[in-house]
């Protein structure tokens, strides 16, 4: 259930097997996931095979089960974003004049285009933690403090 | 922002930021990755005043000793 003001607020009453409960905050994002697009299509008689959830099942070159055929971006099960299907594009432009190039080993950041945004690039914190990983050392520094000595220099500068 | 840097070396594994240009300012992060430099050479480098990256030098300077120190 969800309820929203003039004053751009909404809440949201949750209900849980231990009671209802009411979450506050500014906006909804609703994030309803993403099926691929390949049922009914005739990739069976081409000869392209599918993984069990729909994908298509590429090598590391991105290339199909059928001979000569690639597949690309979120279809072919690469992570959804539109810079991984450029890149996916470069690969196979690159193979099919001769390359070897693979998804393998790719560094992939995302952006979340939020206010302020969220950047993230290469192992997290959670995954660096999981056993047999190496360990790994942690710097944090807090944006506001460096925005706060901006502020303070863009003052005595003026 | 946050910063994860090998335990053995001084290669930087990852990076996160929450805040204004965020992206941007991962972007020579990923760069430095890529190239496999030392998280010390992105941390000593002179970086232009008044950019949002240039808080990557006081936010890697938090990197506590490590054993390839």
Same mark, same amino acid.
């Given at each position: 259930?969800?309820?929203?003001?003039?004053?751009?607020?909404?809440?949201?009453?949750?209900?849980?097997?231990?009671?209802?409960?009411?979450?506050?905050?500014?906006?909804?994002?609703?994030?309803?996931?993403?099926?691929?697009?390949?049922?009914?299509?005739?990739?069976?008689?081409?000869?392209?095979?599918?993984?069990?959830?729909?994908?298509?099942?590429?090598?590391?070159?991105?290339?199909?089960?059928?001979?000569?055929?690639?597949?690309?971006?979120?279809?072919?099960?690469?992570?959804?974003?539109?810079?991984?299907?450029?890149?996916?594009?470069?690969?196979?432009?690159?193979?099919?004049?001769?390359?070897?190039?693979?998804?393998?080993?790719?560094?992939?950041?995302?952006?979340?285009?939020?206010?302020?945004?969220?950047?993230?690039?290469?192992?997290?914190?959670?995954?660096?933690?999981?056993?047999?990983?190496?360990?790994?050392?942690?710097?944090?520094?807090?944006?506001?403090?460096?925005?706060?000595?901006?502020?303070?220099?863009?003052?005595?500068?003026? | 922002?946050?910063?994860?840097?090998?335990?053995?070396?001084?290669?930087?594994?990852?990076?996160?930021?929450?805040?204004?240009? +965020?992206?941007?300012?991962? *972007?020579?992060?990923?760069?430095?990755? !890529? %190239?496999?430099? #030392?998280?010390?050479?992105?941390?000593?480098?002179?970086? +232009?005043?008044?950019?949002? *990256?240039?808080?990557?030098?006081?936010? !890697? %300077?938090?990197? #506590?000793?490590?054993?390839?120190?």
């Amino acid at each position: 259930m969800c309820a929203a003001d003039p004053a751009n607020e909404v809440s949201v009453t949750v209900r849980t097997p231990s009671g209802e409960q009411e979450i506050e905050g500014s906006d909804i994002l609703v994030a309803a996931g993403r099926v691929p697009n390949t049922a009914g299509i005739g990739l069976d008689e081409a000869g392209v095979e599918l993984d069990d959830r729909g994908y298509i099942r590429v090598n590391e070159r991105l290339e199909t089960t059928a001979p000569s055929v690639w597949a690309i971006g979120e279809c072919a099960g690469s992570p959804q974003f539109t810079h991984v299907s450029v890149d996916d594009f470069r690969i196979i432009r690159d193979n099919l004049a001769g390359g070897k190039r693979s998804t393998r080993d790719r560094l992939v950041p995302y952006c979340l285009f939020t206010d302020p945004p969220l950047a993230h690039v290469g192992l997290s914190e959670a995954r660096s933690a999981t056993p047999g990983r190496h360990r790994a050392r942690r710097a944090v520094a807090d944006e506001r403090r460096a925005a706060d000595s901006r502020r303070r220099t863009k003052r005595k500068a003026s | 922002m946050k910063a994860l840097v090998g335990g053995s070396d001084d290669r930087i594994l990852g990076f996160t930021m929450i805040g204004s240009e +965020a992206g941007e300012v991962m *972007a020579a992060v990923q760069t430095a990755m !890529l %190239a496999d430099l #030392p998280y010390r050479r992105l941390r000593d480098a002179v970086i +232009a005043h008044l950019t949002v *990256a240039e808080g990557l030098g006081p936010a !890697l %300077a938090n990197v #506590p000793p490590g054993s390839a120190q």
